[in-house]
């Protein structure tokens, strides 16, 4: 644990099951990163994960910015930072096919 | 990967005299959790407790300051730190506790106390939440579905149920009552017990009905909770589907309430289950040759329609880059 930011608190978060060794972690996380990018990026947000600062840096185009530990808090963050709530069953986002 | 060497933990619950303890009482006397258990009970009114329970447990807690899904929780949190304390005093190599079992109040919403216990940060490192036990009453359990909200949280948080009373309960009844359990919580598996003991129970008939059960208020106003199957692709991208995961549950948690399936994923065999928001860490299940139900994703919840979640992973696994 790093005593400065605290990280880690939990023994993994449950997304990151499946990568037993360090270096299958660590692209674990890069790709994971670039994925949420892909996904934030149409409602106007950004991921970045650069592998040496724990957690998940969220930005908006606009620059703020901020840094999540895991998935379940980038969703509340990326709907505060939105302003608006992000729901993968809303039929607009479905039908943006 | 080492082997996970955490406290194992079964929740036992169920409604107000639907026969916990008789059923733990005999559990206990036939060691079917093995030798070295604690036995932690919570009674929400201030009652003292059969000594009998302690033969065949290597000790046992009461919990007696209120039902421990919410006022007790301190205490609950409190005594669970104490047993992993004294078990992480002992080297690995000696006979130390292996099995905590939970005997919830009869006013207990287990999902809440599994909630509770893996959001704490000394227990989600000691403990792994094995299995939710659900007591059902067969003589009274419809009507307490039909009236109770709770009574219905608590079947949905089942994975197993053992329908007690049994020999009391008159075959057509019981096959309703199964059929109602079923509209409830599709994936649990449920035997009967009579005074604790496993009574056989005949297969269910086709033709048994289960009884409409009216709306409580609010909770139900977003339709009947259904099942509903995903098949994953073959070649699925975990972290992908993780992400997804993690948004439905953030969106919908409190519709869903139940997420359960095998997942293939590199690193093996993966169970996943949910409790609403509360996500269990995987577990690495023993390879077992090609089975038919892995990578189908068990979806129980209401307030969706079932076709868009398919629709919605399939959007999330393949995003489209905008950049």
Redesign the interface.
Known sequence: MCNACGNP????H??E????TPSDRLR?RF??AR??D??L??YGLTAHDGGVVPGIQLGTMAGASSIVHN??E???EAERLRGA?????D?R??DD? | ?TSDTRLRLTLLGGYLGSGKTTWLRHQLHVGAFGPRVHVVVNEAAETPVDDALLVGAEGMTLLAGGCCCCVGREEMIAALRRLCDARSRLSATEARLERIVLETSGLADPAAIVAAIQGD?VL??HIVVEETVVAVDALHALAQLATEPLGRRQVGAADRMVLTKTDACAPAALATLRATLATLNGHATVSAAVLGVEAALPALSADAMPVPLPDLGGEDARGPIQPTQVALPEDL????F???L???????GDDLVRVKGVLR???GR?L?QTVRKV????EILPEQGVSRSDNVIVFIGRG?RPE??G??MR??LS?????
């Open positions: 608190a939990a023994p993994g449950w997304t099951a499946g990568a037993a674990a790709h994971r994925v949420l892909d996904i990026r149409p998935l379940s980038v969703w509340a709530p992000i729901d993968p069953l039929p986002y479905l096919l | 990967m940060p989600v490192n991208d975990w972290s992908a993780t992400l997804w993690s948004a439905l549950l953030h969106a919908r994923t590199p690193a993966l996943l996500v269990q860490s995987p969706y868009d979640l629709r919605s959007r999330f995003p489209t880059r905008t950049t």
